[in-house]
């Protein structure tokens, strides 16, 4: 199996809420795993919201673009929007004493927490990640 789904969002809030059912959508089309399908979604409602609120900065003239492909081990996706980008290296870790009480910062770490692949690219406009499926502990395609 090779799908692949789009979606475009402006970046608003109420954008995001069509996440869930996208992802919904994608797990009945593809009759795939509840756990994982749970997992991507949760992932991928946190990259949009990144997207939507630090890197367009709620610009509604700006778009979020969503790509998920499916295939017979994985599910990924690819996040791309329109900010200034960022360095998700100096990201601070939300678990360190120091940082417990920070309000911001745990979007990134709870991605690269729950994901089984994360990549950063065009200075953090654009997020790879893929979660593989249970059946599948390898991360092979």
């Not at 797990?27 to 367009?56: M, P, Q, W, Y």
């Not at 509604?60 to 980008?85: M, P, R, W």
């Amino acid at each position: 199996m090779n799908k692949t789904f789009h979606l475009n969002l402006k970046s608003t809030f109420r954008e995001s809420e069509k996440i869930p059912d996208f992802v919904d959508s994608i797990r009945d089309d593809c009759s795939l795993d509840e756990t994982s399908c749970e997992t991507f979604k949760l992932v991928l409602s946190e990259a949009v919201s990144n997207a939507i609120f630090h890197g367009n900065k709620e610009d509604e003239n700006k778009t979020v673009d969503i790509t998920v492909e499916v295939t017979n081990h994985t599910i990924s996706a690819d996040v791309i929007d329109q900010g200034e980008g960022f360095d998700p290296d100096e990201r601070k870790n939300p678990l360190k004493e120091e940082n417990l009480l920070d309000t911001s910062g745990r979007g990134v770490f709870l991605i690269r927490e729950l994901a089984d692949h994360t990549e950063f690219k065009k200075e953090g406009r654009h997020l790879h990640f893929r979660v593989d499926f249970e059946d599948n502990p390898s991360g092979t395609d």
